[in-house]
């Protein structure tokens, strides 16, 4: 498991390169405020949207994850485990005001950008808000 990326997955490196030509700018991996060893894959800090991209083994993906059959009991736990973390992530961000994103690494990357922006749109990001063409408001 050690050998997994953890960071910089191919997913990861799509989505944001592909976000990047439109000319958003975001930080990456950055630490989840008050949530130890939780970071983000890509974050808009002033639009307060936080992004992850979720691998469809390690996150349990309801389309595609092929438990191990070995050692079952303790991946069912793993995978268990996993989700509540997720889900605790994301109330807790949408307790301090941000919205978390979740993108399958399995989505095609125009659908998760779409979302991404999307998201960016309803926050009141003027790139976003030209490029889903709705007009910016007059205090951004």
Not at 44 to 62: E, I, Y
Not at 110 to 130: F, N, S, Y
Request: hydrophobic content about 45%; aromatic content about 8%; overall charge positive.
């Amino acid at each position: 498991m050690l050998a997994q990326s953890i960071r910089n997955t191919a997913p990861e490196m799509a989505l944001r390169r592909a976000l990047h030509a439109l000319g958003f700018r975001y930080r990456v991996d950055l630490p989840l405020p008050g949530m130890r060893r939780r970071r983000s894959d890509v974050t808009f800090v002033r639009w307060r949207t936080v992004v992850f991209v979720q691998g469809c083994f390690w996150h349990a993906c309801p389309q595609h994850l092929r438990a191990p059959v070995h050692n079952a009991e303790w991946w069912r736990e793993k995978f268990e485990g996993n989700v509540r973390r997720d889900t605790d992530s994301d109330t807790r961000l949408v307790r301090m005001g941000c919205v978390p994103l979740r993108i399958w690494e399995h989505e095609v990357i125009d659908a998760a950008v779409g979302k991404v922006v999307r998201a960016l749109g309803e926050q009141g990001h003027p790139r976003a808000l030209r490029i889903l063409g709705a007009a910016a408001p007059a205090s951004v």
